[in-house]
């Protein structure tokens, strides 16, 4: 059985170590629209709003937040936020040691998580809640503006990681966050625009830079990006991935899917093409998929509110080396996922979870990178609203299944190729 990993393994990690109040995640938070996250998130931290034109396409950005994209919207400020923000804990003000859930749709970490190259845990330290820290850089410590535009904002960010085998890691990272404008929505979904559906894309433009003396290799452990981004969950959201089809032998499993336990057939379906996974913040569970099943893109779709979302990701096409966030000395410490899926709920019974939110992740390849040499990983982010007849013709062009299959996905459940 997998050990706990993966971002929000913090989840269990804050019910069982009592780091955070009760109010700053337990207590439920009414859906506010992104004038009003906006609103509450700038007393306190720095927010820079990038908008379309029109002002109806808008993203916020926190440069205290490490660059993290709070929310977006399609519709104005009036309108739905999507990203999750975890609003409590941001107005109580009290940061933690081990990890700070802000929430958001797009953030930066590094990976690996766990193992013997891992850089959560300090050289050797258990692998157990009580000893997992976020590096400061990227979970308290603001990142520098270095350019800023109505449509884009430029960060950068140079620190140094150890990690658990005690090698030494001095890091630039350089962080884009472009709004995209209706017509590079359209012409990155590469399907026909449709009139009467409202749009919000943005991309994160992430590179890391190996700014020591030293090359990274993988004697000495390696790192990667990894891009998370959360979304306020409904009781009909259902996440979808497609995934190359093939034989086992030759594309691994269809889904990793045990890093909490077994996942109920209700709540993860596993066919040939496409994994249906529910994202209505009830059960905790996440999955993942190995780079040769991953197509480089992963979505969702809110029945309840005719919500869309796209996210599409860099592959890096024939590099098969992924960091591994096992909680254990590894035997395969490059054969990591390169995209996963999360949805949040009660870490025990009769206990809560951390917030009403699923989330969708990609991570780069390790960053075997000589001094001065860069890695560049890419996360575009696109919501959809509107009539469910317009949004069918794009989730079958994109995601490869219709809307009746993927709210109908869990009744033809199969559990093939689940690990």
């Known amino acids: 059985m997998r050990m706990l990993t993966g971002a929000l393994f913090a989840s269990a990690f804050f019910s069982g170590a009592n780091l955070l109040s009760q109010s700053a995640i337990h207590k439920p938070q009414e859906t506010a629209s992104f004038e009003q996250v ?27 937040l490490q660059g993290r994209v709070l929310t977006s919207t399609s519709d104005g400020p009036a309108g739905r936020s999507f990203g999750w923000v975890n609003l409590p804990f941001i107005e109580e003000r009290k940061m933690k040691e081990h990890f700070n859930p802000f929430g958001g749709e797009d953030r930066i970490w590094l990976g690996p998580e766990g193992g013997q190259y891992s850089i959560f845990f300090r050289p050797g330290a258990p692998f157990d809640m009580a000893h997992w820290y976020t590096p400061p850089a990227i979970d308290t410590e603001p990142f520098d503006v270095v350019n800023h535009s109505s449509s884009s904002v430029s960060f950068r960010k140079t620190f140094e990681v150890t990690n658990y085998s005690g090698s030494r890691f001095p890091v630039k990272i350089d962080r884009t966050v472009q709004l995209l404008s209706t017509e590079d929505v359209w012409a990155a979904l ?3 625009s449709e009139h009467g559906v409202r749009v919000v894309g943005f991309e994160s433009q992430n590179k890391l830079t190996n700014v020591g003396s030293q090359p990274w290799t993988k004697e000495t452990g390696l790192l990667s990006i990894w891009i998370l981004g959360q979304y306020e969950a409904s009781p009909d959201s259902t996440i979808v991935i497609p995934i190359r089809q093939g034989a086992e032998t030759e594309l691994g499993t269809k889904v990793t899917s045990n890093y909490f336990g077994t996942v109920p057939p209700d709540r993860l379906a596993v066919h040939d093409g496409v994994i249906y996974f529910r994202a209505d913040a009830k059960y905790r569970a996440k999955v993942g998929i190995n780079p040769l099943r991953a197509k480089g893109v992963i979505g969702s779709y809110d029945a309840k509110n005719h919500v869309l979302t796209i996210v599409q990701y860099t592959t890096h096409a024939g590099n098969l ?9 590894q035997k395969k410490p490059f054969a990591g996922d390169v995209s ?28 075997s990178l000589a001094p001065n040499e860069s890695l560049q990983h890419v996360q575009r982010t696109i919501h959809l609203e ?7 013709r794009i989730a079958r ?23």
């Open 38 to 64: 906006v609103d509450r998130v700038k007393p306190l931290h720095a927010v820079i709003v990038l908008s379309a034109p029109d002002k109806k396409a808008m993203v916020a950005v926190s440069p205290d």
């Open 190 to 192: 590469k399907t026909p």
């Open 321 to 329: 080396n992924y960091v591994n966030s096992l909680w254990e000395i």
């Open 340 to 367: 996963n899926a999360y949805n949040d709920g009660p870490t025990a019974e009769g206990q809560p979870g951390l917030g009403h939110f699923y989330e969708l992740e990609s991570s780069s390849p390790a960053a």
């Open 386 to 392: 509107g009539d469910e007849t317009h949004l069918d």
């Open 397 to 419: 062009a994109v995601l490869g299944v219709s809307l009746v299959e993927i709210e109908s996905g869990f009744s033809t459940s199969s559990a093939d190729g689940m690990e």
